[in-house]
């Protein structure tokens, strides 16, 4: 089909030795320059860095760690990615987008056709195809089933037309795949039936972009337009018209990722350094405060270690309690941030890089950045709403109704 | 399953099966400042379990089970907020004993439910480590005077700490004797006493512990108290969330339950979320205790366990009371005796600001790893 990882088994190695590897690899190979910091505590890489980091990665055998090894990917178990992402934590490593290695690749791997595994999956790894996500729209949020982009049937095309919002990085992407209406209207009772995972090459003639700033002052969001593209029909995934199905399919352990401490631990430090740098750690109130946030974060990190063991021993699939991670990280998170940002004194106000004391840092970037993270990948309400509906188990209608 | 996962399954359902009918109501819920006199009659049934004493190691007469088997049995007494004082006159004076000498008398004692014990070391409003004791002990006579003497009895022996010049040292004895006066009131759900000692002749003839000695013997019984302490909170807070969670999926208005109401699923989750968070911080105080008692690090843990369940209790009390309306503030509505055990438990051995304070200054010195699984 296409070349196997080359590279040894790592997943057979003992977790301390795999451990060791890993960490001992980082520490000579990743971009210092890359690393978080204070002046850009959730830093991510675009463009030319991110194709940088994933071809470092490529080239030495540490790509797609949860990809099995026949696709190219490392094979890893649970407990060996949870390893994983704790040394990239510990290097402070940048944060990346990476829809092709998160959603699509194993989406393909779950779902595709022989032949799209074999086109797409290596240009993932090698960083040629970089994927954006293409499921939200303007009238399609939380309530993501009543998304409108049509797809038409013409010949072995099919013609596809709408508009899609939200869409990360789409500028600097390759390829977007999109969930699209397929079904005729009135085929079917469902709003989630007749849709379509598909496939677009982003330089297709009748594509726009158009990216937004958001009011952290940069342009990570996009619109994108389709005025009538053309798409082979090859490039559905799975079934025609039971996309939703296939984009559920994908969502696996990536949601436990999203209750990763490492973001809210770059704030915290940030945090910390501006109550020093500030002259304020030895005042009981804003300590008080600073307490409250540290054992905050502390005892979350216990839950996000128990839920993740719990997984890794019983080699299960995250349950709908996972959601409670991304609630609690999330607006813990913001609530660091806004405690940097309102004991800063007057700096809390600045814009952009400032000098408080020894520390250069941009308050106004990071509290703004702390903003969309109870609103992306599926809001804490809707994440709430699971809970209580999944977890709670608690009665949305009287008994007989 | 392992051996403790199978000793505490075994514990918890005999628990629950004792502990049933102490979830109903009964007259001394509507007389809530009354102070209860001890039931004797029902500590022998605790004795008769095997229960008392259960942190004793063989050689004292107990099992030799660790801190956790206890925290389980306190776990289930705060679920049905029991009034029977289980903690302090059985938990927490088994912790102090079991690292003392010449306790060979007092172990039995203890185990066969002749008397009560109570741990007499607060001196202040509240417990710390770092004040100087007052309470003197000289030639085998106790004086000076304690606050807060958990579920003291005129029947109990009274384990006591006191300075020997400038030393510290802990002793035994009898609070029915002539040179010991007990001023008790209401807390929680039991008792607490202030007790005068003048000149109080003490058990045994000679201290239980001196010196080092007698401050790890202080050491431990604070972390394994804070530690009983916290899985009691975590019962009675699990208590209060599983009746708020049935009350508001049986309420019906405007022809709905209102556990349908997004506003009340939400809370719902949030109080869900807390009682997660705090079990898992137990958790691990729990593990770091039993692997390395003495550690800083250990400390740290133990103070965000006590902070965090004391917080989320009372969290979780004032929401059950808030969804379930006019009921929650009845005492028929038997939210009420929750709520006084949530707020004696979160104060007792520290208040959550404290140990929050303790836990950032412990911290500093343990270097709590940031990244840890």
């Known amino acids: 089909m296409f070349p196997a990882s080359r590279h040894d088994d790592r997943n057979a190695l003992p977790d301390d030795e795999f451990r060791r590897q890993f960490r001992s690899w980082l520490e000579t190979s990743y971009p210092a320059e890359f690393r978080q910091d204070h002046r850009r505590p959730f830093r991510r890489l675009r463009g030319e860095d991110h194709l940088r980091w994933i071809r470092l990665l490529h080239r030495d055998g540490w790509r797609a760690p949860s990809w099995p090894r026949e696709a190219g990917g490392m094979g890893l178990s649970f407990r ?149 593209v053309r798409v082979s029909k090859a490039n559905v995934v799975g079934e025609l018209d039971r996309g939703w199905e296939v984009a559920k399919a994908l969502l696996g352990h990536e949601r436990v990722w999203l209750g990763s401490t490492a973001m809210a631990s770059q704030a915290i430090k940030l945090a910390r350094a501006v109550v020093v740098q500030t002259g304020q750690q030895h005042d009981i109130g804003v300590q008080d405060r600073l307490a409250q946030l540290e054992a905050d974060l502390y005892d979350y990190r216990r839950l996000y270690a128990e839920m993740i063991d719990d997984i890794a021993t019983h080699e299960s699939q995250p349950g709908p309690e996972v959601s409670m991670l991304k609630i609690y990280v999330s607006e813990l998170q913001q609530r660091i941030t806004e405690f940097s940002s309102e004991v800063a004194g007057d700096f809390g106000g600045a814009i952009g890089d400032v000098r408080i004391g020894e520390t250069v840092a941009d308050l106004h970037w990071q509290w703004m950045m702390s903003r969309p993270l109870s609103i992306f990948a599926g809001c804490n309400e809707v994440q709430r709403d699971i809970l209580a509906r999944s977890v709670l188990k608690l009665p949305e209608a009287a008994a007989g109704k | 399953m392992t051996a403790i996962d199978e000793t505490a399954t075994l514990l918890r359902e005999s628990a629950a099966e004792f502990l049933k009918e102490q979830s109903e109501l009964t007259a001394h819920d509507f007389d809530v400042a009354a102070v209860p006199a001890f039931e004797a009659e029902r500590w022998r049934e605790l004795a008769q379990l095997g229960w008392l004493g259960l942190g004793l190691p063989e050689e004292l007469g107990g ?77 085998g006579r106790v004086s000076g005077a304690k606050r807060f003497v958990i579920a003291a009895d005129t029947s109990s022996v009274l384990l006591v700490n006191a300075a020997e010049n ?198 500093a010195v343990s270097e709590v790893s940031d990244v840890s699984c």
Not at chain 1, 97 to 125: F, M
Not at chain 1, 142 to 155: I, M, V, Y
Not at chain 2, 217 to 246: E, F, H, P, S
Not at chain 2, 328 to 338: I, K, P, Q, S, T
Request: glycine share 10%; with cysteine; proline share 4%.
């Open chain 2, 166 to 363: 400038g030393e510290p040292v802990w002793v035994a004895v009898d609070a029915g004797s002539r040179q010991v006066r007990l001023e008790r009131f209401a807390v929680g759900l039991g008792s607490a006493a202030t007790v005068h000692f003048d000149g109080a002749p003490i058990l045994g003839g000679e201290p239980l512990a001196t010196g080092a000695m007698a401050e790890r013997a202080t050491t431990y019984a604070q972390q394994a108290g804070r530690l009983a302490i916290a899985a009691q909170l975590i019962g009675v807070t699990n208590g209060l969330l599983d009746k708020t969670l049935a009350y508001v999926a049986g309420r019906v208005q405007f022809a709905r339950p209102i556990s349908s109401f997004q506003v009340i699923r939400h809370r719902c989750v949030d109080l869900y979320i807390a009682t997660r968070l705090a079990r898992a911080t137990f958790n691990h105080a729990m593990r770091s205790f039993e692997a390395a008692p003495g550690a800083p690090a250990t400390d740290a843990a133990i103070s965000a366990a006590k902070a965090r369940t004391g917080d989320v209790a009372v969290q979780v009390g004032r929401e059950a009371v808030q969804m379930h309306g006019g009921m929650g503030f009845v005492e028929e509505g038997g939210l009420g005796r929750y709520l006084r055990a949530a707020l004696h438990l979160r104060a007792w051995l520290g208040a959550p600001l404290e140990h929050r304070r303790r836990f950032m200054s412990l911290r």
């Open chain 1, 80 to 228: 060996k990615l949870v390893i994983y992402q704790q040394e990239m934590e510990r290097i402070s490593a940048a944060r990346v987008i990476d829809n092709g290695e998160t959603q699509l690749g194993p989406t393909l791997i779950h779902c595709g056709s022989a032949e799209q595994r074999a086109e797409y999956l290596p240009k993932i790894l090698c960083g040629e195809n970089v994927w954006a996500q293409g499921y939200s729209e303007p009238n399609a949020g939380s309530d993501l089933a009543s998304l409108r982009t049509r797809a038409e049937s013409d010949g072995d095309d099919f013609v596809v037309n709408g508009q899609k919002i939200w869409t990360t990085h789409a500028q600097e992407c390759t390829h977007i795949f999109t969930l699209v209406r397929t079904g005729a209207p009135g085929q079917y009772a469902r709003k989630q039936q007749g849709i379509s995972f598909l496939l677009i090459d982003l330089k297709s003639p009748g594509i726009a972009i158009r990216p937004m700033l958001t009011i952290a002052g940069e342009t990570e969001l996009c619109e994108v337009f389709f005025d009538n």
């Open chain 2, 63 to 139: 099992p030799g089970f660790g801190m956790s088997e206890s925290a389980v049995l306190c776990e289930e007494f705060g679920r049905v907020a029991s009034r029977v004082p289980y903690l302090a006159a059985s938990v927490l004076p088994a912790a102090l004993l079991k690292h003392c000498r010449q306790v060979y008398e007092l172990a039995p004692m203890l185990t066969n439910g002749e008397r009560p014990f109570a741990v007499a070391w607060q001196e202040r409003t509240t417990l710390s480590a770092t004040d100087a004791l007052r309470t003197r002990y000289e030639s």
